[in-house]
């Protein structure tokens, strides 16, 4: 604990305001009450009030998550500089691409102590992507993580890819902590819903790279077969700045009534996942999906992808199924394995439970990121 005389100024940077409320309050709220004096950067979607009224100081930076405008870039990197340089904040937090990589060049400059958060390596270095902004990101990644700091991970691949792509070095200590955490209260275990029609679930972004298309898909391969027995329901808002998004037309398009819909954002998932049976995200690649984790933690079986990130949740027969990336087929064989057997789906969602319990909970994670931020591990 913190006294009051010698409260360090911890800033947490992150790419958007809605991500820092979704991923990041509960360690920003355990740090201010452990003593830190705890500041919020991000951009402004109209979330900043909210943001303040847990008591947190906010600051809206001009960051576009997937933009390669060379001049907004800028733009974000000169108000990233400024704010750090009139902040001087003790700690900071650097969470998503492009506050690690922006902010890791200020830091540097400025000799603040860093704790860096890869939260999945992004569009950029997804499906083996290589591109000119690869490579320019790859070389300030180079040159602002030539300093002490922590690199935290939610996987092994990513930081086997890192260590792959020549990125790290002798003054960087790597640490694994797997994604933001679930909180096992908010999201308590539930018995299987009784009532039919059986619920499959996709909690997402309506993306392409979130493995939308496929899960469609699979849905229409499906259709004939289970029809008016099952509803294949999409959860999630069209994300606008993301270059895979899909656009509010073609998902009307796709629905069929009583069988496969569209719900937008949802604002009570806990009570989502309770209605469900199953909950299936294909993704392409993810840093560790908290929408499976928190699907784990209501006691669900898992049906992902066998790829980054998605594979660190799912124990294979235990509390689901891994499929290949990009396989409709493969998906609609899966989702139909766990749909003639309600035996699985029971034992698979109390095996989830305790991976969440015993893996995941929000308590552990808090804990290990409060140990970094005191000087620990």
């Keep these: 604990m913190h006294s009051d005389e010698k409260k360090i100024r911890l800033l947490i940077c992150v ?8 991923h990041r309050l509960p360690l920003a709220l355990a740090a201010k009450e452990s003593g830190y004096e705890v500041h919020i950067a991000a951009g402004d979607t109209g979330k900043s009030e909210e943001i303040k009224s847990y008591g947190l100081q906010f600051h809206a930076l001009p960051i576009s998550r997937s933009g390669t405008s060379l001049l907004l870039e800028l733009k974000s990197l000169w108000a990233i500089y400024r704010l750090y340089r009139r902040l001087k904040p003790g700690l900071i937090h650097q969470v998503s691409m492009k506050p690690v990589i922006y902010g890791s060049l200020v830091t540097r400059l400025f000799g603040i102590r860093t704790i860096n958060a890869i939260s999945g390596m992004g569009y950029v270095f997804t499906k083996g992507r290589i591109s000119l ?18 690199l935290i991970f939610q996987n092994e691949d990513d930081l086997a890819q890192c260590k792959g792509l ?48 496929e899960f ?7 259709e004939k077969d ?5 509803l294949f329901q999409l959860a999630g808002m069209v994300d606008k700045e993301n270059p895979t998004n899909i656009q509010e037309a073609e998902l009307r398009s796709w629905e069929v009534p009583g ?5 937008g954002f949802v604002s009570d998932m806990p009570g989502l996942y309770k209605s469900a049976e199953m909950v299936v995200l294909p993704s392409y690649r993810e840093g560790l999906p908290k929408s499976l984790i928190e699907a784990m933690a209501v006691g669900r079986a ?19 199924l891994l499929v290949p990336v990009m396989d409709e087929k493969a998906l609609a064989v899966a989702i139909q394995v766990l749909l003639i057997s309600r035996e699985d789906r029971v034992q698979m969602g109390a095996e989830s439970r305790k ?13 290990k990121h409060l140990e970094l931020y005191d000087g620990g591990i």
Excluded at 15 to 22: A, G, K, M, P, T
Excluded at 355 to 367: C, N, P
């Design 15 to 22: 790419n958007v305001d809605w991500f820092f409320l979704s």
């Design 133 to 150: 902004v690869q490579r320019l990101m790859k070389l300030m990644m180079r040159w602002g993580w030539n300093q002490k700091m922590h």
């Design 166 to 213: 020549g990125l790290l070095n002798k003054k960087i200590k790597p640490v694994l902590i797997k994604g933001s955490g679930v909180d096992l209260k908010r999201f308590p275990f539930s018995e299987l819903p009784a009532s039919y029609p059986i619920k499959i679930v996709f909690p997402a972004r309506m993306l392409r790279d979130k493995g939308l298309v």
């Design 216 to 222: 469609v898909q699979a849905a229409k391969i499906l």
């Design 226 to 230: 289970w029809k008016g027995e099952v």
């Design 259 to 263: 069988y496969l819909e569209w719900l």
């Design 302 to 320: 898992i049906i992902t992808t066998d790829t980054i990130g998605c594979r660190e949740v799912v124990k294979p027969t235990i509390n689901g």
């Design 355 to 367: 991976m969440a319990e015993q893996e995941f909970s929000l308590e552990g994670v808090i804990l």
